[in-house]
């Protein structure tokens, strides 16, 4: 039980970290509420079981392809470049939705956690660094049984930290002004646009390195 909660926590640090993922998770929850934000981060740990069963199986060492690697890194780029440019265009309606309870689809947010998960190269990346790394550690000494409960224990992890994310963006957003609601969600699409220039510079790098 000390090894399962070690695991536990190992997940609660990995996805405590904010990174372009979790801003657009904060975000979601500051325009479209909790169940918005929840289901944004379902899509989110349905990539992240995805990719454990890509490194559980031996098949990262394709990403180490440099046109996969390009394309990954550039299709990122796209993804956080035209989410960011989005939310400051739509800065303007976070008081009419706030009004008339304009909704999105959840289905759409969904989808929306999934694919911006599945397309960010740093969530490959940190999948085949840390999960790739415990894997290596633990090989010969654990069962299929233990390896199985390891993998439900960092994922536990995961999802408490998603579940915090989408209550307290969802709770900020029934506390704070309209005028708050707007500046924090210009920042937050600052910082995803800042991510993508990022992503697209590693996509030059790995391309023409």
Known sequence: MNSIFTFIFLG?????????????????????????AWFFSLG??????????IVYFGI?????????KTILWSFGCFVLLYTGI?????????EMESKTGKRTRL????????????????????WLGIYGSILAKTAGISTGYEIILVSIAILMGIIFV?????????????????Q????V????????????????KQAYQVLFQ
């Open 180 to 183: 708050l609601l707007k500046t």
């Open 12 to 36: 609660i640090s990995m996805a405590a970290t904010i990174g372009p993922v979790k801003t657009v998770l904060l975000n979601t929850g500051l325009k479209n509420g909790f169940f918005h």
């Open 162 to 178: 998603d579940f915090i994310y989408a209550f307290l963006s969802s709770v900020a957003r029934k506390l704070l002004s309209t």
């Open 185 to 200: 969600s210009f920042i937050s699409a600052l910082l995803m646009i800042g991510f993508g220039i990022y992503f697209g």
């Open 60 to 68: 990262g060492q394709f990403i180490n392809s440099i046109w996969l």
């Open 107 to 126: 289905r759409q947010s969904i989808m929306t956690g999934f694919f911006m998960s599945f397309l960010n190269p740093l969530t490959i990346l940190f």
């Open 86 to 94: 989005e939310s400051l265009l739509s800065l303007h309606k976070i």
């Open 44 to 53: 989110a740990i349905a990539t992240d079981i995805i990719y454990m069963f």
